[in-house]
């Protein structure tokens, strides 16, 4: 069974059970209120009879009737049957309308009469109409008397029948509405639903620019087109940016290659001196360690992107390994007339792993290094804070330009820096940086130095770090 039936069969039980416990509720109440009265004039008339009973001889009982045509009008005495009986039972004295008849008496009703009860009784079959009957009982000197004072229960009952008959027309007329109301509603509400699924179906890979129809409103499914719609954007953004990455893959290898290509092709041509051969194989030689160089960062993306890249995070002495770092890249760093220095005043833990971090450090120095200007120093400052572990590497370079502050990171991105300085790389360095420390939790923002020109880049490693004086 579907959604929309089951929540349309759970709204009409709800509703049947609602509207039916009301209506008996409603009638039970009214039934109580008419029985109530009719309980309450009986007993007013048994009480008065009784006190005249009292005030009365032992010898001259009898029911104090009106005699005909002399009397008030008296709507009190009007269909009511009286009977006056003994601490026995036997009939003392009886009221002109009951005729032959008698009022029953019970064992039962003469045990309570002695305790001195008042006791109501419901006599469905004691005449041709239902009777309610009240005994009140009356002491007279040393004897026990009661009087029972009876009433037809037809009115009432008939006023009870069309009180069912109104309570009953009125649930059902409810119940009706109700369920048509709820199922005006859910159809609302589903048809919404049916629309967006019907919607979300045609959006394909192909399509992902469009987006949900809104409702128009501000409820729950509102919300849900909105979410739906940022989620399809963000689909959308990373199949372009998938795209993208493999156009521009494609493109930066075919560019070496067609170079590769036409130096060959031309070496070829005619014969060459052993010299111009060096020189042509040199060149060669220097596109193939470019291309290795990217394929060998591609395979790194595609190892962080599909996951299978470590990424438990192990206590690293961050001090140690910059160090280590630093002492890889002297030798280049010196060919270009750079300085590399060292600021750790203390050793420093970080959460991370040691081939990422490495990987990190290794990135942040070829950049700094290669867009540092000739004969200027590249500084690397480590601290411990009370959050974690900061790293800032510092350059003479021409820092960043405000354009290319939102793309640094994207993958085969290259900025102003690089087309100035014509310097090699393919732009994956720093979109392998972001992935890596995207995997332990740290964060790396690129800016311009305040202290002059340059870039100033700055890693902060998250977590517990554990820092002694060095
Ligand atoms: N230290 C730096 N100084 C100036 N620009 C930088 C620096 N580091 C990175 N950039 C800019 O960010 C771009 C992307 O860097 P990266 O991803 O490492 O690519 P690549 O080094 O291959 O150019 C660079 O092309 C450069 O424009
Ligand atoms: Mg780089």
Not at 75 to 91: E, F
Not at 122 to 135: D, I, Y
Request: aromatic fraction near 4%; charge should be negative; charged fraction near 20%.
């Amino acid at each position: 069974m579907g959604f929309r039936r089951r929540l349309l069969l759970v709204h009409l039980m709800a509703v049947v059970l609602i509207v039916t416990c009301a209506a008996a509720a409603g009638w039970w109440l009214l039934s109580q209120s008419v029985l109530g009265q009719l309980d309450a004039a009986l007993l007013a008339l048994g009480e008065t009879e009784a006190g005249l009973l009292a005030d009365g001889s032992p010898e001259a009982i009898h029911v104090h009737e009106p005699r005909p045509g002399t009397a008030p009008p008296s709507l009190v005495r009007l269909d009511r049957l009286v009977q006056i009986i003994d601490a026995n039972g036997a009939v003392v004295a009886r009221s002109n309308n009951l005729g032959a008849g008698t009022l029953p008496v019970s064992a039962d009703l003469l045990k309570s009469l002695a305790h001195g009860q008042t006791v109501f009784d419901t006599l469905p079959h004691a005449s041709e109409e239902p009777l309610r009957m009240v005994s009140v009982p009356v002491r007279l000197g040393e004897h026990r008397y009661a009087v029972l004072v009876a009433g037809s229960l037809d009115d009432a009952d008939r006023t009870l029948d069309s009180a069912a008959l109104l309570f009953g027309g009125l649930a059902v007329a409810l119940l009706l509405a109700l369920a048509a109301a709820g199922a005006i509603l859910t159809g609302r509400l589903f048809g919404t639903v049916e629309r967006i699924a019907a919607q979300a179906r045609r959006i394909s890979d192909a399509s992902l620019g469009e987006r949900l129809a809104h409702p128009g409103s501000d409820d729950e499914i509102g919300q849900l087109v909105q979410t739906l719609n940022s989620m399809l954007g963000r689909l959308q953004r990373a199949f372009e940016l998938q795209r993208n990455f493999t156009a521009n893959a494609a493109h930066e290898i075919r560019s070496p290659l067609s170079r590769l290509r036409t130096e060959i092709e031309l070496s070829l041509r005619r014969p060459r001196t052993a010299e111009e051969h060096v020189a042509t194989l040199q060149s060669c030689l220097e596109e193939v360690v470019g291309l290795t160089s990217m394929v060998e960062e591609l395979l790194q993306l595609a190892r962080l992107d599909a996951g299978q890249e470590s990424r438990q995070p192990e206590s690293v002495a961050l001090d140690a390994l910059t160090r280590e770092a630093i002492a890889r890249w002297e030798g280049s760093a010196a060919a270009r007339g750079i300085q590399l220095i060292l600021h750790a005043p203390q050793t420093v833990q970080a959460r991370v792993g040691e081939r990422a971090a490495m990987l990190v450090l290794n990135n942040l120095l070829d950049n700094a290094i290669k867009f540092s200007a000739p004969d200027s120093a590249v500084e690397l400052r480590i601290s411990a804070e009370a959050g974690g572990a900061t790293l800032e590497v510092l350059d003479r370079g021409p820092g960043i330009a405000s354009a290319d502050q939102e793309q640094l990171f994207e993958r085969f991105y290259r900025g102003r820096a690089s087309r100035q300085g014509q310097t090699s790389g393919a732009g994956l360095g720093l979109a392998i940086v972001r992935s890596v420390l995207d995997g332990y939790g740290a964060t790396i923002t690129i800016n311009n130095r305040n202290d002059g020109p340059g870039a100033a880049c700055r890693l902060h490693f998250p977590g517990r770090q554990a820092a002694r004086k060095g």
